[in-house]
Nanobody, 125 residues
Framework: QVQLVESGGGLVQAGGSLRLSCAASGRTFRSSAMGWFRQTPGKEREFVAAISPTWSTSSTYYTDSVKGRFTISRDNAENTVYLQMNSLELEDTAVYYC????????????????WGQGTQVTVSS
């Protein structure tokens, strides 16, 4: 069992930055691929970024709209995954969810086994 707790959301002006954190409990963090998704009212949850498990070649994945602006990273010593968000745009406003799964492909395709409760990110003009 893995529990995920997100933090770091908030209100930021367009062009600004935020760093989201996801603290994971449980012994499987290092063997889990981790990811971030986001959702706005009335829309389906959208993949944002993913990072491979520690046992795999280190790889990161991003949806096209955030490439060059967002960076996903993990700290295995702290059981935490981060999402550094720069040059934020109004369209980035959403609830951001952390996810964990057995592989990067499973996480990217929405097949994560575990999900956090979400943290709100609001970008203002």
């Amino acid at each position: 069992q893995v529990q995920l707790v997100e933090s770091g959301g908030g209100l930021v002006q367009a062009g600004g930055s935020l760093r989201l954190s996801c603290a994971a409990s449980g012994r499987t963090f290092r063997s889990s691929a981790m990811g971030w998704f986001r959702q706005t009212p009335g829309k389906e949850r959208e993949f944002v970024a993913a990072i491979s498990p520690t046992w795999s070649t280190s790889s990161t994945y991003y949806t096209d709209s955030v490439k060059g602006r967002f960076t996903i990273s993990r700290d295995n010593a702290e059981n935490t995954v981060y999402l550094q968000m720069n040059s934020l745009e109004l369209e980035d406003t959403a609830v951001y969810y952390c996810a964990a799964g057995p592989s990067s492909s499973s996480v990217r395709n929405g097949g994560a086994r575990y999900w956090g409760q979400g943290t709100q990110v609001t970008v203002s003009s």
